[in-house]
């Protein structure tokens, strides 16, 4: 069995590209792509699709990514162990996050700190993050509400609040202090899609309050949603650290129970000892 072959499929089946998993492993394409059709020839078996945008797996070949992905995981681990007491100049670290502005902060001090290391950041809802940290596809992420479970190490990041909010012109832009939950019920909002996290929080505190507000339009982003309301389509509602520096809104924390969410950093409960996980997690008592 040729490892450089096995190593090969293992790079294309996590990053989906051979232009990236050439990267990742610092060859050329062309040998990313013969180490694959050795391996498949040799063992008369097809292991990838290849597609006009992207590379997807058979069956075949996701059983021997599941197994790939737990060997060459538990190498770099040995690695890592290996060089516990060298200084961390260089080395790559993915991370997930389901926004960017709690983890861009953290990855400003990472590049401070250690210059050598190069980052992979990948942006997703909550599901989508949650799922790249257990798939292995993400070392650490930065995450919102998610719950305990066995294998998962969690820090805390602090909580942010839930805002209004408000074109620059609406009459309750000069008030003082939060608003209300009660006074947006029965108002036109424009908010994310009920998968976000942001929309479950508010429409539990809002069930809890028995609150209805008139949701007329739902939008896939926190951009849009700024810009909806820049348009005065409807009140919005982000997360305290969401708040755009936009001259065109303003944004009031909302008084009530249930509009607070907690932020975590994660990553997998065996792999938190590695040297570049650990760099990103002292990271977290920062904040």
């Not at 040729?2 to 060859?27: H, M, P, Y």
């Not at 949603?225 to 389509?233: D, K, N, P, S």
Request: charged residues 25%.
């Amino acid at each position: 069995m040729n490892l450089f072959q096995l190593r090969a499929f293992d790079a294309v089946a996590r990053e989906g590209s051979f232009t990236r998993a050439a990267a990742r492993l610092f060859i050329s394409q062309p040998a990313v792509t013969g180490h694959i059709k050795a391996l498949e020839e040799h063992y008369q078996i097809t292991l990838l699709r290849r597609t006009a945008r992207r590379v997807e797996l058979t069956e075949e070949g996701t059983r021997l990514a599941a197994i790939t992905r737990a060997m060459f995981g538990l190498a770099e681990e040995a690695q890592a162990m290996l060089e516990a007491n060298r200084q961390l100049l260089t080395g790559r670290l993915e991370v997930a996050a389901d926004g960017p502005h709690r983890v861009m902060p953290m990855l400003a001090q990472l590049r401070a700190r250690y210059p050598g290391i190069t980052v992979n950041l990948r942006l997703g809802n909550a599901q989508e993050t949650l799922a790249a940290l257990l798939s292995e596809h993400a070392d650490v992420a930065v995450l919102t509400e998610v719950e305990p479970r066995k294998g998962l190490h969690l820090q805390s990041l602090g909580e942010s609040r839930m805002c209004a909010l408000l074109p620059v012109g609406h009459p309750w832009v000069d008030g003082q202090g939060e608003l209300p939950l009660a006074k947006l019920d029965r108002q036109i909002m424009v908010l994310r899609e009920p998968s976000s996290i942001t929309r479950r929080t508010f429409d539990q505190a809002c069930a809890e309050a028995k609150v209805q507000p008139r949701v007329l339009l739902e939008l896939d982003s926190r951009e849009a949603v700024t810009e909806a309301v820049a348009a005065e389509l409807g009140i919005g509602i982000v997360s305290s650290v969401e708040v755009a520096h936009d001259p065109r809104v303003v944004a009031r924390p909302i008084a009530g129970n249930g509009l607070i969410n907690r932020h975590m950093i994660g990553c997998l409960q065996r792999r938190r000892e590695l040297r570049l996980i650990q760099a990103f997690l002292s990271l977290a008592e920062q904040h």
